[in-house]
């Protein structure tokens, strides 16, 4: 295992310290805790919504094919971001930094056009009778499953693409570095990650027979 070594200067001279091999700065190391935390969360979201789904007899199957290639072109964009905001990061790291800014945009314009074609299918939803606690499919609880989920993930979506343009332009003023927006692209990998539980829950299996 390799270890590292810090130089200090003290009486007798130059000594040299360990230092940890493995140190994370403690705002990532935040970033984490706070990505635990939100993974339990969208976890007990997502196995409460899983025993209503069995426990209930007239469960609603409202989702037509219209609203599954919706569901697919939103988890094409979201990845999509993912990566270029991966590409942002590795341009930090490189000393890049127009290439980073410009990547970081392109991630925020990602998650927006996400945004917007979630909003569209809430539209759409609200337009064929989905409410929160009612709808012309079946069992009322449906609407506030559906809701929760979607919209908690929504509201972490549209919060990544505030805090990936902040930063950005902070890290364009000098107000943040590399390591900044590399704690962005955290949170931005996690929101992409739950996606891909959420769309198989929520989506694939409550497409219309």
């Known amino acids: ?115 917007l074609l979630h909003i569209k299918e809430w539209l759409s939803l609200f337009g064929e009778g989905l409410r929160l606690f009612a709808n012309p499919w079946g069992s009322g609880l449906f609407g506030a499953a559906f809701f929760s989920i979607t919209g908690l993930h929504l509201t972490h979506v549209v919060g990544g693409c505030i805090a990936i343009t902040v930063v950005t332009l902070g890290y364009k003023r000098g107000r943040y570095d590399q390591g900044d927006l590399e704690i962005g692209g955290l949170y931005w990998h996690f929101v992409d990650l739950v996606w891909m539980f959420v769309v198989p829950f929520v989506y694939l299996l409550n497409i219309k027979h």
Not at 50 to 66: I, K, M, Q, V
């Open 1 to 115: 295992m390799s270890e590292a070594h810090l130089t200090v200067g003290g009486p007798s001279g130059v000594e040299t310290q360990e230092a940890p091999a493995f140190a994370i700065s403690h705002k990532k190391l935040v970033m984490w805790l706070f990505i635990i935390s939100d993974a339990i969360t969208f976890g007990a979201l997502l196995f409460a919504y899983g025993y209503l789904r069995n426990a209930t007899t007239d469960w609603p199957r409202p989702f037509e094919t219209s609203s599954v290639i919706n569901a697919y072109a939103m988890t094409f964009i979201l990845v999509t971001s993912s990566f270029t905001m991966l590409v942002a990061v590795r341009a930090a790291r490189a000393g890049d930094k127009g290439r980073a800014i410009t990547w970081s945009f392109i991630t925020v314009l990602g998650g927006l056009i996400f945004a």
